[in-house]
């Protein structure tokens, strides 16, 4: 087991060059949101935007688009029932964010399934909140691409089987060949499965327990997806700061929001950026 | 009459177990906000998520759906004239705050009904608002729970037949025994009654005389109480705190508006969680 | 013609009694907001509550609900068309600003009519932005009450007959004693008139030449006149303050915002109730 | 090639007279937002404001009326449906921005196509965004009014015929002058030509390659060119400054989002303003 670092992080979150525009830093889409967890997914957004991310697309319940644009007009919006356009958007992405709120009914089992049943092998996929206990029912293979999976104890135990008193490290790791995804197991200290690896994420407060940490560190992960090249470090810089920054913030705070997380990103990445 | 001291919050307010999650610092739900009101159940669900619950939902009439999740995303949401997921949804709660904003027509007396008709025994519930008003009319007794009422004095009146006059610290205390719940009289300085103590508020300000400020006490004692196990210095906390914010921002304000104290009390918190 | 001074202010913003309750900083309703002009309803709310104003109900057309409430859930919110309601609440104000946002077509029109006609001797009025408009076509005589009216040059064209040139101060308050109400003339240096007395208000700057800033001085006067007993000295506080913040935001903005006055109130407020 | 410097903007933004009303800094439309891209119209407005434009009305699909009020109450809205009242107001516009989230639909080029009939020979024309999309594939001639176009790179290869490799500052050159309008074309360094001449704006940074930052300087541009008497002199301030302001924030930021740019116009107004 391999702690992540700072010095990864330092590599990974590079200067952005002078000549490029809003397409260099990608077209992340993130799909989730119905009429009772609207939240998650504006949560999950603003997360993506504020990582840098080029373009931000929600595709949602549409009663989720005026308190989406009240607190976040730099995303754009589309209707997630509407398939034509999902198709054809879909199609644009470098990344794909599913579960934010997405809820657990029909309509999000079929909609999940038509979104992996179109991701193409160049694209990467964040799997998370319902999508993973929706995921955990499947009998379908996982498309050919790069997917990360966003797991708590619980949603892992659902997903890999194992008792949260079973979830060791090694024992993760086997459940995470099987599945042959990238996955974090989010817990106190958080720890991340690759095929070759298993890396231990330092930080972590109990300050950051409570409702929508996860949609912002699924909408990181989008966000830092989208940019940089090494999907692994990108995952594991997207966790990393996202503890950091929280354990920052718990210095003077007993609990820590999440769109607290969302408004210091860009001040972290560009003190990473930094020679 | 027992002062509340900050020794007494300093004791309910301890450094977060490093073990822990969501479900560790409990489910809350808030029920309230009809179309006339719905700020009320907006400002006391953001004093709620700022006190650090786990997870809170929202129950409320939907034309309040966007306003509360554009300012926060943090809250999950359900209609409360969903009879069937409300059913389900209280059940899972370890605290049920109902009244903010409520209004005291048909549905809502209707609904306090069925609420307080499902409350169990390990169930917290705070009653504060429209539904004192309700309350007062009633003739069924209250269920078998630990529950706090939080009237001002005029709602006190018509909970418990003193005339404003005749509100005095003992003559309250008989009441709250009849009543047979905590009782909060909010005043001036507000003094709270428990089966076997009168305890006084120290603190509070007339700068505090504007809308939406018992609202947001109300949803600090729905944080607190899910969160820490004492359920009367869970409350004493919560009551002490809102007032100590509160005297502290009226130092610069001539008037303090609810969210103002809302996004002081993470700071508070964690400097009465420090050793 | 008198200037208005810091001292005149200073006796009478006065340090708030400890025994008082929301009740003793007084009923408002603000009255306005249509479809196309619903920002005039919320600025003005918003500085009504930022002034002290102890209870705030916003009447208007119900598009405005959610964006009111997304910024401001401190205010309850009634439709101005449901007349019975509206009724019911009349009855209960202290203050009613009518105008910001309201518009001029028939609705408006009849609005205006049915609300003047309910006003009582008691009550104070404020008669803003479209309601002066409306006001200089009506025939009907003005209720007995306290009333001001807030036109700006043009809009007391229209209600005067006096054209913009011969706006003196002569002149406007002859103008006055016709009308039988306090006038502010809004200008630079804005003017206002009473029966005894024309006041001059010291401060004012072009950065407050933006939409929305008139909004904020009727929902100033408002939050003052729901306030302070003496009806004159609370108009020329508002006045007064109004310019007075924006002159101090001017100093390092090029243009001043509204809500950016309306979010400095409460401080100085503060410093004026000070020994 | 000249570069546009601190002096020009320094000549550009005069001290406001003392004598001045909102009707002296311009009434300005900013047409756009469908139902996919409303935040871009959102922010296109609150750049508009932040600059100083004395009236400000967003015409609009009517889903996006909420999300604007929720921030940004200085807005006057109108249904961009309603050709009628659209007709009426386009009369009395000082400057007329149409683009921003727009879309390309039949509506958008029809809407597109109207405005354009009306707009008089003294009004100011901003087109940006969806509006250069559909303007590409238009074959009437534009309308005898003081005309500014904004595309970037790929957005003037559509407009302009030139392929981006070809895009030198010659050929952009020649193309404008078949054009006839002031155009504006986005790169890391941003060019912008004149009948008489080609200026280069030295400031930029990729920080700023995110999605909405193209909408806020159409506004900006709305809001200048309303101000400032001088319609070339207008536009190369505000390009001045909208990447000024970005290449300051940028120095702490890995992103900068357009809001955070608009927030700080009036403060590098009020500098450039001074003697």
Redesign the interface.
Known sequence: MQSITSELVHQT?RR???????G??GRVMLIGGN??????I??AA?AA????????TVATD??????????????????YHQTAMMTQLLKTMDVIVIGPGLGTDQFAARLLTTVLAQVQPQQRVVIDGSALTLLATRTQPLPAAQIVVTP??MEWQRLSGLKIADQTPTANHLAQQRLGVTAIVK??HTTVYTTDRVWFNPGGT??M?????GDTLAGMIGGFTAQFKDFTNAILSAVYLHSEIADDL?Q????????QISAE???Y??RY?LN
């Open positions: 979150i952005r060059p002078a000549e490029s525009h809003k260099t830093y009429q009772n967890f609207g939240g998650a504006i949560m603003t935007i504020y990582s840098g991310a080029g373009l931000v549409l009663v989720n688009l005026t308190s989406l644009h009240a607190q976040l007009p730099e995303a754009m919006v589309v209707d708590h104890q817990a106190h109990p300050a327990a409570t409702g929508g940490m718990a003077a705070r007993y609990v820590v929001l999440p769109h990103i860009p001040k990445m560009h950026s």
